[in-house]
Every structure is written in C-alpha cells, then in structure tokens.
C-alpha cells in the first residue's frame, strides 16, 4: 500500500471515529431563549393588569376581551404563518417574527386606552404565530427521533422558566417603574435577541459548529441535514385533509385542552391571587413563581420520561401519547382549589396543575412525528390554532363568570372540564403516532 493510499485510509479511520459535535444543543439553547421571551412577551400584560387596568378604566370583562385578543389574530395567523415558514425558511421568518412580536409589546407602554390597547395585542399575536411551528420544524430537522421529546421539553421548560425565575423581578420593576416601562424593558430585550438569532441560527448543512459525525447521527436519527427540504405549494385542499386524519384531529382536540390551562396562569392567574385569596401585590409576585417552577419541572419531566419509554422499547405510539394522557388528567385537579381555604393548599394544587400541563405540551413534538413530509409548517401552524382558539375562549370565559358571579369558582371548574376532554380525545380519537402519509415532499 504506497503512502497517499495509507493516508487515505487514515483520513477515513479519522472520520469514522471522530467525536460528534454537539453544535444542535447551541441551536436548542436559541430555541429556548427565544420561546422564554415569547411567553414573557405575551404574558407581562397579566403582570400589569391590576395597575393598568386602574389606569385605563377598564372592568374585568373587558380585560378579558384584551387578554383573549392576542388570540384572534394569533390563531387566525397560524395557517398562514405555517405557509410563510414553509416558503421561505426558519432563520428569516423567525427573525422578523421575533423582532415584530416584541416591538409591538413595547409600544403598549403607549396605550391610552382600550383601542390603543387592543390593536397592540391583535399585532403581537399576528407576529407570535410563525414561533412554535419554526420550534418543531428545527427539533424535526436538527434532532434525531430518540432526543426530539428532550429537546421540545428543554425549550417548553423555557416557556415556564423564564416566567417563574423572572416574575419577582418583573412584579418589582412594575411596582418600582410602573406598568408602562415594564412594557418597553421586556421589548428592547426581544429586539436585541432577534439580532443574535439572525447572527447564530444555520440550517444543519450550513453550520460550521457540527461536524460530519454529528451531521450523520442527526440523519440516521431521520433529522434532514443536507438542505433538501424545499418550498411547499400551499394548496387549501391539504387543511381538510390534515384533519381528515383522526391522529391529527385527535391531537388538535388534545391541544386546545392543554393551552387552557396554560393561559388561565399566563392571564388570570395574578388577578386570582389578589381577588379570590386577598393577597398583596408583592407577595403575588413571590408565590406566582411557584406553578411556573413546577410547569417547568413538568416540561422536563415529561421529555424525559418519553424518551425513557423510547429507549426501553415501548411502542412510539405509547412513549408519545402517555406522558401528554396523565398530564391531562392531573391538571383537571386545579377544581379543587375551590374546596379549600388555606392558601399554601391551594398553591399547591394550582402547582400540582401547572406540572400536568407541562407534561402534556410534549404534544408538540407529536406533530413532527406524525406531520407529512413537506407539511411541517402547515401541520405545526394547524395543531397551534387549535390550541390558540383556547387562548380567544379561555380568557373571555373567565372573564365573563368573574364578571357576572364576581368569583372564580365556575372558572376553575371550567377549565378543569376542558382538559377532560383532552385526555378522552388522546384515548380514542388520536390513535397510533406515525407520520400522515399525503403526498411524496421533503421536510
């Protein structure tokens, strides 16, 4: 064997055996930066509701109509915010919605009454709709199938995190500074960040970070790392047949009842703590942090235990859909948090709630399992207006039983229905998780 054929063969030995990077875990780490300042950015207007709701003169029902309209544009945009990811690609359509999002959560430090105030919302929720279905698309094309619950737990503990660590400091500076310059502070933070997502976010094919190990593990795993995902002609006739398939429909049903849960905490929640449980602002600021802790240690669990389930040999179908089922059924317990008087009971249970949630939005990695090739996108954006109609719903419903009983009681036992109804849609409707076979495209 001469010389440069030995160093040929070396050369391959070496790239055989190099060790994997690890450059999906820095594409992660900006998935769940920009998913935590998501959720702060829809969510600080329930930090401000109290003291700007005083200021604008406005009563409970319509403070429900100003939390629930984020979701009427937010919903109404998901399809169309699908498409746009689909046609253009991850790193722009994430960026300008990034930067979108969180300008227009500063400008509400503008409001001046309820209009102002509710054009605000309805453009934040326009700009919001590309973010989850983008979060799928990078898990479907950087992650391989046995690290995808993981890497959706990681990001949704972001969701949570970020809210529970954060809300102290967001309560103090509301208190301190006032509602308004607690609108410009979380939005200067969005716009810095959409600058440093354009400058770090690559495609697998387009990164310096991972090498030829990692590219080849993320493809074996069934990742797409080689930039052969092309643009998808939207044709209207795919939505009927998405939910024509029942694993889709059942999961959309399912979602709906997770997301309501959720926006009670993200809306109501501090306006609960002050009215029904008479607790001081400050203090709301303190015990708030308490459910997003455990909705965050929920995320993870859930990621965990379903990729455990994976790698012990239980079916996909099973190690998907259990985590999301048990979820479900815990957080119907946050009723009972109107059969008890002492406060840290009731914290406890609204903690014990929050966690189930956060099991059960590992749902969200069930549309890049069983979304069609070429359809990421579209599947992501329909499953999220599913579970955005509860973000309209939810909040106008509280609102509106606040406003007519002055008490929370048939709030709480709505929602804890609704997620009911969630769990018996993943028994019966959703069936096995497996990808929706419609027409031969590349993720």
Known sequence: MNHATQSGVASLDVAATARRTRARFGILALLAVGTMINYLDRSVAGIAAPSMSHELGLNPALMGVIFSAFSWTYTASQIPGGVMLDRVGTRWTYFFALTLWSLFTGLQGLATGFV???????????AEAPCFPTNSRVVAIWFPQSERARATGIYTFAEYVGLAFLSPLLFWLEQRYGWRTLFGIVGTVGVVFGAIWLLRFHEPHQSKSANRAELDYIAKGGGVVDGSQKATH??????GALLKQRSMFGICIGQFACNSTNVFFLTWFPTYLVTERHMPWLRVGLIAVLPFIAASIGTLAGGWISDAMLRRGVSLNWSRKLPVIAGLLAASSIVLANYVESTATVIAILCIAYFAQGMSALAWMIV???????????????????????????????????????SFVYALAFISAVTLVGALSYIFVVGDIKRIELRNNII
């Open 116 to 126: 102002s105030l509710l054009i605000m919302r309805l453009l934040i929720g326009i």
């Open 368 to 406: 890049s399992d069983i979304a069609p090739k070429g359809l990421l996108g579209l599947s992501g954006g329909l499953f999220n207006l599913f579970a955005n109609a509860a973000g309209i719903v939810t909040p106008l419903v509280i609102g509106l039983i606040v406003n007519a009983t002055g």
């Open 234 to 239: 939207f044709r209207w006739s795919d939505i």
